[in-house]
C-alpha cells in the first residue's frame, strides 16, 4: 500500500513565524501535491510538483512556498504565518501517467492552528 | 476556482438503502475521480472514469458519467454503517509539464448511514 506521511498531525504556532509541513511518500512517485481544506470550501490546491526541484503554483499559492529537494519529500512552508491560514493540510502523491488518469494518495493531514 | 459541486450537501439513509451523490462540473476534463473521507483523516481514493466512459463499477460502488451534462453520480447500494463519510468528486485535467492529474475538488456530501 502506498504510504503519504505527514510529519505532524496537530500543530500550533504563532502569527508571524515560519512554518514548514513536511511530507514524504514511499512509492517512488513522481507528482506531489499540497492542498488545504476549509469548511464549505472543499480541497484547494497550493502548490504541486512533478519533479524533484520543479514546482508550479496552484489555484492559492499566496503566502506559500514549497521545496522539493528529494523525490520522496516534499516541504510547504509558510513565509510569517497568519490566523487566516489556519486550516487542514493534506498532502498527496501520484504517478504521471502519462495521459491516463492517476488517483492521488493523500496522507492523513496537519491540523495547523495560528495563534 | 472550484469546479465540481456535489449535490445533496448532506443526506442520512437507514443501513442496506441506496446513496445516490451527485456531481456537476463546469469545464471539458480528461477524467473524474470519487474520492471519500472519514472524520479527521485524509481522502482515500474510489474511482476512476475517464471522458470517454460512461459507466463503471467497483464493488458496491457505481458511477456514471455525462459530459454532455457535465455531470456524474455515484451510487453506493446496500450501505453499511461503515459507509459514513464525505465523499467528493474531483475534475481532473492533465499536468501538460510533467504528467499526470491536477485534481479540483468539490466541496463534498456528507452521508451519514444510520442503523
Known amino acids: 500500500d502506498v504510504k503519504v506521511t505527514q510529519s505532524s498531525r496537530y500543530l500550533v504556532k504563532r502569527t508571524g513565524e515560519k512554518v514548514f509541513l513536511e511530507c514524504v511518500q514511499d512509492m517512488d512517485h513522481e507528482n506531489m501535491f499540497w492542498y488545504r481544506q476549509d469548511p464549505g470550501l472543499g480541497l484547494r490546491l497550493i502548490y504541486f510538483s512533478y519533479d524533484v526541484k520543479m514546482k508550479e503554483k496552484g489555484d492559492i499559492p499566496e503566502g506559500y512556498s514549497v521545496s522539493r529537494e528529494k523525490k520522496e519529500r516534499f516541504s510547504l512552508i509558510l513565509e510569517s504565518a497568519s490566523t487566516n491560514q489556519t486550516s487542514m493540510y493534506l498532502c498527496?502523491?501520484?504517478?504521471?501517467?502519462?495521459?491516463?488518469?492517476?488517483?492521488?494518495?493523500f496522507g492523513d493531514g496537519t491540523r495547523l492552528s495560528i495563534l | 476556482s472550484q469546479q465540481g459541486e456535489e449535490d445533496p450537501q448532506a443526506l442520512s439513509i437507514q443501513e442496506g438503502e441506496n446513496a445516490t451523490m451527485n456531481c456537476s462540473y463546469k469545464?471539458?476534463?480528461?477524467?473524474l475521480q470519487w474520492y471519500r473521507q472519514n472524520s479527521g483523516r485524509g481522502l482515500v481514493h474510489l474511482i476512476l472514469?475517464?471522458?470517454?466512459?460512461r459507466e463503471k463499477h467497483s464493488g458496491r460502488l457505481r458511477v456514471t458519467l455525462d459530459t454532455s451534462k457535465k455531470s456524474s453520480s455515484l451510487l453506493i447500494t446496500a450501505s453499511r454503517a461503515a459507509d459514513t463519510a464525505s465523499y467528493f468528486c474531483?475534475?481532473?485535467?492533465?499536468?501538460?509539464?510533467?504528467?499526470?492529474?491536477?485534481?479540483?475538488f468539490g466541496t463534498g456530501t456528507q452521508l451519514k448511514v444510520e442503523l
Open positions: 472514469i475517464r471522458s470517454n466512459e
Open positions: 474531483a475534475t481532473a485535467l492533465l499536468i501538460l509539464t510533467g504528467g499526470g492529474n491536477k485534481l479540483t
Open positions: 469545464t471539458s476534463i480528461n477524467n
Open positions: 498527496a502523491s501520484s504517478h504521471r501517467g502519462l495521459r491516463r488518469g492517476q488517483p492521488q494518495h
